[in-house]
């Protein structure tokens, strides 16, 4: 159960929006637009917005480039997560990685196996932190992005929540550098 502890000030997050498709523009990008849509209704700020194409070398360098931003907190990619050839988002993804979050993957799994059965089975949703950054790549149709916003990051992106949240621990994502 998701609770809000309305005594707690929301904290807006940075955003950057990745859409992975050899096809798309921005102007046909239905998942990406679903994404920006949420993430600002929710209050937290788009910090930026790509496309790029499947090839695991240029999402890993857009990765990079925005996990090295300051002003970039979350990044959140849509599309190729599935099995076929060109589907190289999730490698990319381990690419970059410091740390894995193994439950999002089983959390999205739960939430999809709701709403599409076993059809589930296909999506290899990750989740993982790099730099201080949370990264998640998502599956590429707008009804998968709706589902993992609205069920978990929607939440988990929230401060107030309870009985915690991704947010309150940013500062601590990256005190190992900070170690001697």
């Keep these: 159960m998701s609770r809000i502890d309305e005594n707690k000030e929301f904290i807006p997050v940075r955003i950057a929006v990745l859409t992975v498709s050899d096809t798309r523009q921005l102007s046909e ?18 910090a ?36 076929t050839g060109r589907d190289v988002t999730v490698e990319a993804h381990r690419d970059v990685y410091e740390k894995e979050i193994e439950a999002f993957a089983t959390v999205f799994t739960i939430v999809s196996m709701n709403k599409i059965g076993t059809s589930a089975v296909q999506s290899r949703a990750t989740g993982g932190v790099a730099g201080g950054t949370y990264l998640f790549a998502l599956p590429g149709s707008p009804g998968a992005c709706k589902d993992a916003w609205d069920e978990i990051l929607k939440w988990q992106l929230d401060y107030r929540h309870r009985p915690c949240n991704f ?4 500062p601590r994502l990256d005190e190992h550098l900070r170690r001697k």
Excluded at 30 to 38: K, M, Y
């Design 29 to 46: 990008d239905r998942s990406g637009d679903t994404l920006v849509a949420r993430i600002t209704e929710a209050g937290h700020h788009l």
């Design 48 to 83: 930026d917005r790509k496309i790029v194409q499947d090839e695991r070398d240029m999402i890993s360098a857009q990765l990079r480039d925005w996990i090295a931003d300051k002003e970039i907190d979350v990044i959140i990619s849509t599309g190729g997560t599935g099995l």
């Design 167 to 170: 947010v309150e621990i940013f």
